[in-house]
């Protein structure tokens, strides 16, 4: 399938993988490269010299073109972006925030930015200062997440700039991609459906947590922090929860305490499998993934589905 984001990025499916902090790793992201999708390889709270050794070995599995994603409230952000303008790679995506301030050094190095946005508002901003395309991701993902729906998003955004919009939050099949293009976007980036991919090193029990959720298996925490996280329901998210709602009639918020419960809590989940006290991030679609396949199956099912989705409804508009 060519689109316009397939044509910029010389990719053979309009299929992003989401770049998910200790899951979207080498393996990961080349395999979905490998497989004609784009691969991105998360970097959550790495250093530079973490970034390096990452993208280093990325380039000893794959020829395609990949993405490597700078989640912005890393605190090492400005010296992941210093290395990466050097490091070869050609395209980078964000997360968490506004990457304005790093335009400049991403445009003098010939790299092409994709910003992950919440907004119509941001996404006309980063058009303005030269982004090549937006992720334009709803509140039904997993992880830090803004507070509008895919559905409402999309066409919103899709109506409002002319670069290419790839549909991110709630996909996890080929009728969500089908619908991605019918609100206007050229391509999808998928998350949860590649964490429990064969590809993926999250722990086994991290992806049995996912495969057994359900349609109300995730819960939003940290509103009160102005960081939303969207994660399994389990044993932390209960305890969290509590806690939000005990300090939030407090004067000044013990944000600390919330801090502290959250810390590690993520690595815990992925790569110890402790899916009952750790941060099991994944989104609303949890429910819809029901079995761990290879990267190259998932995006032929994709988009074969798409197609027989499109197909199916296409003669009632006749
Ligand atoms: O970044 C994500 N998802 C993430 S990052 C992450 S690591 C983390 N862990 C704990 C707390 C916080 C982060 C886990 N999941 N998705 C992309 C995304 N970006 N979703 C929403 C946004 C977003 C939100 C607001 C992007 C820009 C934005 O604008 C802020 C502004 O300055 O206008």
Redesign the pocket.
């Known amino acids: 399938m060519q689109t316009k984001i397939t044509e910029i990025l010389g990719i053979d499916y309009p299929i992003f993988q989401g770049a998910m902090?200790w899951i979207s790793d080498e393996d990961l992201a080349s395999a979905v490269s490998n497989a004609g999708g784009l691969g991105i390889i998360g970097t959550?709270n790495d250093t530079a010299a973490e970034v390096k050794v990452k993208v280093e070995r990325m380039f000893t599995l794959t020829d395609k073109p990949f993405a490597v994603n700078v989640?912005l409230?890393n605190p090492h952000a400005d010296e992941v972006m210093a290395y990466l303008v050097q490091s070869g790679v050609k395209i980078i995506t964000t997360?968490?925030?506004?990457p304005g301030q790093y335009m400049d050094q991403i445009e003098a190095a010939g790299i092409k930015l994709i910003p992950?946005?919440?907004s119509v508002a941001?996404a006309k901003r980063m058009e303005r200062i030269g982004a090549t395309a937006v992720v334009v991701?709803g509140m039904e993902?997993g992880?830090?997440?803004?507070k509008q729906t895919t559905m409402a998003l999309v066409p919103q955004v899709a109506s409002a700039v002319d670069i290419p919009v790839i549909a991110a939050g709630g996909i996890g099949d080929g009728r969500g991609v089908a619908a991605a293009l019918m609100l206007g976007a050229e391509g999808v980036q998928i998350g949860t459906l590649f964490s429990v991919s064969h590809e993926s090193n999250a722990h086994p029990d991290f992806k049995k947590a996912v495969i057994k959720a359900n349609d109300i298996g995730t819960a939003v925490t940290g509103n009160i922090t102005g960081?939303p996280?969207r994660v399994l329901r389990n044993n932390l998210t209960k305890e969290y929860l509590k806690i939000e709602k005990e300090i939030t009639s407090q004067e000044t918020p013990d944000i600390a305490r919330l801090d502290e419960l959250?810390k590690g809590s993520?690595r815990r989940a992925v790569v110890e499998g402790d899916v009952k006290t750790g941060s099991v991030?994944a989104g609303q679609i949890a429910g819809l993934v029901t079995e761990e396949n290879s990267c190259h199956d998932i995006i032929q099912n994709l988009m074969s589905e798409a197609k027989e989705t499109y197909q199916a409804k296409s003669s009632l508009f006749n």
């Open positions: 902090a959550g989640m409230l997360g968490a925030g506004n992950v946005v919440a941001l991701e993902a992880g830090h997440i803004g960081h996280v959250g993520l991030m």
